[in-house]
């Protein structure tokens, strides 16, 4: 097990500040601690976009439906897959290298997985504009997350992580073939936080389409309408 760096600077290890630079270190730091307030910032701007637009297809209708089935079904992967991901990860993060269960797929299944169930709650507003949207948002910020998190695991875990980069892919998985231990330890305390997370899949999703049906009956405003 490789041993973790002593860090000095906010979480950044002294190792990073020698190899990669003092300034560029802490602004990677900087904007990994930025993750959440943008995330919620951008939120609040789909929150917006829900509020006051509608959907050109209605939401009584077949395609609205069909998109809503869909996002709901988005919507279970994501919550399911996110709960498999914690399993393995809760309380090891960065301080172990998990390669096994659904890190033998990608490097990322936390994010993959939020993806998804980020796309599913955009199609349960019966549109393909704000899902299209909120994709959008996921590919132009979030690799550079990812990076960010990956430069201090290889930081922490040196070859191994490096060796894991080569046979894992970072996000899509390549194989549907997993690597599963016969049994494994869990931290439940750590766990159970993570996994009430999911909720905030399902109350988004409602919320979503409660407030397509609300637009149909007059009681939210259709300031624009979108596909």
């Given amino acids: 097990m490789s041993s973790v760096p002593v860090t000095d600077f906010g979480g950044v290890s002294t190792a990073a500040l020698q190899g990669e630079g003092a300034t560029s270190a802490l602004h990677r730091v900087a904007a990994e601690r930025r993750r959440r307030p943008l995330t919620a910032l951008f939120g609040l701007f789909i929150l917006a976009m829900v509020l006051v637009t509608g959907s050109r297809w209605g939401s009584r209708t077949l395609v609205s439906e069909l998109l809503f089935l869909a996002g709901l079904a988005l919507v279970t992967i994501a919550i399911l897959g996110r709960t498999w991901a914690n399993l393995f990860i809760a ?53 550079f997350i990812i990076r960010c998190e990956e430069l201090r695991l290889s930081e922490t875990h040196g070859e191994d992580f490096d060796d894991y980069c080569q046979t894992v892919p970072a996000f899509w998985p390549a194989s549907l073939k997993i690597d599963e231990p016969e049994t494994y330890v869990i931290q439940p305390r750590i766990l159970r936080r993570n996994i009430a997370d999911g909720f905030w899949f399902i109350a988004l999703a409602a919320l979503a389409h409660t407030a397509a049906h609300l637009h149909q009956f007059q009681l939210l405003p259709e300031l624009f309408l979108v596909w």
């Fill in 91 to 143: 309380g090891y993060k960065t301080r172990l290298l998990i390669r096994t269960g659904p890190y033998s797929l990608c490097r990322n299944p936390l994010y993959l997985f939020s993806a998804i169930g980020m796309t599913g709650i955009g199609l349960c507003t019966g549109t393909l504009t704000i899902p299209a949207t909120m994709c959008l948002f996921f590919a132009a910020y979030y690799p």
